[in-house]
């Protein structure tokens, strides 16, 4: 059995004891004599995961006790849709469009209501974070929306911006658990768990409770409706089961780490090793403006679309996979997230001193 090192944006690299770990219980969950996959969603064994997986969550991220977890499936793309229908009761919100996932979370904004494109970075092919301290939001408007570290281009709110006291609304997709950050400044929260959490499928909403409300959109269906899943602890149908357990397995595996301030500390050197050695390159360089950067997600280029192919189709020969740009923009992209050893990141950046050499 040989593991590459996989760098791909997401769906992306797990933990390895995660995995050897469900294993272990694929065919006998703790002597239930049936796999996770198998099981009831209402069974006391589900129960018991669920649960502990959102106590490891509200642990891992000290989420306050006026906000409620949701374990949802539809990924990113529905809650771009459910926001504004549950939220969006002026049927005015702000957004700030920093990325493809943002401006695709804004267009969806605009079918139910008057979408404001309050800053945006696509001047410059989203290679940055526009000044967000004075932005034109308006009385009326119901939220705030960003998305916090832009998966595609490489780029991080590393400071959040000023919502003038409207309730801010962050897809976390990318960035998730990445580090610790204070749930309290946010209205709503939420994150695709393929990128850092866990297995394609499963969607988490952190949502304060007051934003949770029988009064959304006319015409929302009634399983879009946050009040719905916080009413029934997110099982008011069948939730997406094998990935929550994943998910917590993935949590215990964070808190074994040391929490999210030993992931913080592990990511910013892992991201440093990458982005130092991009600095001094002759050959390679980072195509994000360096107050910006994404610790996850680390675009860079050769300049020559010829030799970036070549990289890519080499370093994969060594076991370096998935480092192809998103193909929105070519070139390169790392994402280093959580589960990506160390060892790997330097390995990589020694294939990317071997490459230079050999190519310049
Ligand atoms: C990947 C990604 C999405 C899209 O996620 P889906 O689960 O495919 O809908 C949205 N936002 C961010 C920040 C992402 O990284």
């Excluded at 390895?16 to 009831?40: N, P």
């Excluded at 050695?277 to 360096?290: A, I």
Aim: hydrophobic share 40%; aromatic share 10%.
């Amino acid at each position: 059995m040989a593991r590459v090192y996989n760098f791909s944006a997401g769906p992306a690299v797990l933990p390895e004891e995660v995995l050897r770990e469900a294993a272990d219980e694929m065919l006998d969950y703790k002597g239930s004599g049936m796999s996770v996959m198998e099981m009831s969603h209402r069974s006391k064994v589900f129960d018991q995961i669920i649960k502990e997986a959102e106590a490891d969550l509200r642990d891992l991220m000290q989420i306050p006790e006026n906000y409620k977890v949701l374990f949802l499936q539809g990924g990113a793309h529905q809650q771009f849709a459910a926001v504004p229908m549950n939220l969006m009761k002026n049927k005015k919100a702000g957004y700030i469009v920093t990325g493809q996932w943002a401006k695709r979370a804004f267009n969806e904004a605009k079918i139910f209501g008057e979408a404001v494109e309050l800053a945006s970075s696509a001047d410059k092919t989203f290679s940055y974070i526009p000044d967000c301290s004075d932005l034109p939001i308006t009385d009326d408007m119901d939220y705030v929306y960003i998305c916090e570290n832009n998966t595609i281009y490489g780029t991080k709110f590393w400071e959040l911006p000023n919502t003038k006291g409207k309730d801010l609304v962050a897809d976390i997709s990318s960035c998730f658990l990445s580090e610790p950050m204070d749930v309290t400044k946010y209205g709503l929260v939420y994150g695709g768990v393929q990128k850092n959490v866990g297995p394609a499928g499963v969607v988490i909403v952190i949502v304060r409770e007051d934003l949770i409300r029988d009064d959304v959109l006319p015409g929302t269906p009634t399983i879009l409706k946050y009040k719905t899943q916080a009413d029934a602890d997110s099982l008011y149908n069948t939730p997406p089961c094998y990935g929550i357990y994943i998910c917590g397995k993935v949590f215990k595996w964070l808190k074994a780490q040391g929490g999210l301030e030993a992931m913080k500390v592990r990511n910013e050197e892992k991201a440093k090793i990458l982005y130092d050695f991009l600095d001094q390159s002759k050959l390679f360089k980072g195509t994000v403006e360096k107050k910006d950067r994404s610790i996850m997600n680390v675009p860079f280029i050769t300049g020559d679309k010829d030799l970036d192919a070549k990289f890519v189709k080499e370093a994969e020969a060594a076991g370096f996979v998935n480092l192809k740009g998103h193909r929105s923009v070519g070139g390169m992209r790392a994402s280093i997230y959580n589960a990506m050893p160390k060892e790997g990141v330097e390995k990589l950046v020694a294939f990317m001193k071997k490459f230079e050499e050999e190519n310049a």
